[in-house]
C-alpha cells in the first residue's frame, strides 16, 4: 500500500517571500516521487521528480524539492515565490518496486499575495 | 502537438443515463489512466490501462467500464449514472512504466441531476 500526506491544506505566503508546501508519504518499495500543479479550470502539470540519486531535485519554475528518507518527505520549495505560483498543489508516489499507479495527496492551494 | 485530449470539457446528465467521456493521446504513450478529483479527496484512480487490451481496476471503480480497442483512446462509461460520481474527470497518460511521469488532459467536469 502507498499513500501521501499533505498536511496543509492551504498555504499563504508573500510575494518574494520563501514558499514551502509539505509532504510525507508512505510506500512499501522503493519511492518515486512527484509534484504537479493544477491551474484553475486546468489538468495537472509535472513540475519535478525524485527517482533516485541527489536528494534536492530541481525543476519547473524555479521549484526544488528535497528527498528526506529517513524522514519519508518530499517538500516543495521555491525561494521566491511569486503572485502566478497561485494554485494547488500535489504530491503523488509511486511503489517503483512493484507498481506504475500513482497515490495522490489531498491538495494544498497556495496563495502568494502581492 | 495535440497532446491529450477529453471530451466533453463539461455535461450534465440525468441520473440513470449512460455517459461516456472520452480520452485522446496523440504520444502513442502505452500506459492511460483515468481519475477523478474530489474536493478533499486529491485524486483517485479509476481504471487505468498497459497497452490496447489490457486494463485494470483502480482504488474506486465501481460503476465504470472502461475499454481500450486502441493504444491512443481509453473511454471511461458510466453505465447508470449517479450523483455521488458528480465529479471532475482526469485522463493521463505515461509514456513507460518506472521513473516516468503522467501527462494530464484538462478534465471534463460531469454533473449529474
Known amino acids: 500500500a502507498q499513500s501521501v500526506a499533505q498536511p496543509e491544506d492551504q498555504v499563504n505566503v508573500a510575494e518574494g517571500n520563501p514558499l514551502t508546501v509539505k509532504c510525507t508519504y508512505s510506500?512499501?518499495?522503493?519511492?518515486?516521487l512527484f509534484w504537479y500543479v493544477q491551474y484553475p479550470n486546468r489538468g495537472l502539470q509535472f513540475l519535478l521528480k525524485y527517482i533516485t540519486g541527489d536528494n534536492l531535485v530541481k525543476g519547473s519554475y524555479g521549484f526544488e524539492a528535497e528527498f528526506n528518507k529517513s524522514q519519508t518527505s518530499f517538500h516543495l520549495k521555491k525561494p521566491s515565490a511569486l503572485v502566478s505560483d497561485s494554485a494547488l498543489y500535489f504530491c503523488?508516489?509511486?511503489?517503483?518496486?512493484?507498481?506504475?499507479?500513482?497515490?495522490f495527496g489531498a491538495g494544498t492551494t497556495v496563495t502568494v499575495r502581492a | 502537438d495535440a497532446g491529450i485530449t477529453q471530451s466533453p470539457r463539461y455535461k450534465i446528465t440525468e441520473t440513470g443515463r449512460q455517459v461516456t467521456l472520452m480520452c485522446h493521446q496523440t504520444w502513442s504513450h502505452s500506459y492511460m489512466f483515468w481519475y477523478r478529483q474530489d474536493l478533499g479527496h486529491g485524486l483517485r484512480l479509476i481504471y487505468y490501462s498497459a497497452a490496447a487490451d489490457i486494463t485494470d481496476k483502480g482504488e474506486v471503480p465501481d460503476g465504470y467500464v472502461v475499454s481500450r480497442s486502441k493504444t491512443e483512446n481509453f473511454p471511461l462509461t458510466l453505465e447508470s449514472a449517479t450523483r455521488s460520481q458528480t465529479s471532475v474527470y482526469f485522463c493521463?497518460?505515461?509514456?513507460?512504466?518506472?521513473?516516468?511521469?503522467?501527462?494530464f488532459g484538462p478534465g471534463t467536469r460531469l454533473t449529474v441531476t
Open positions: 503523488a508516489v509511486r511503489d517503483g518496486d512493484h507498481d506504475y499507479k500513482l497515490s
Open positions: 510506500v512499501s518499495g522503493n519511492p518515486y
Open positions: 493521463a497518460s505515461s509514456t513507460g512504466f518506472s521513473s516516468y511521469e503522467q501527462y
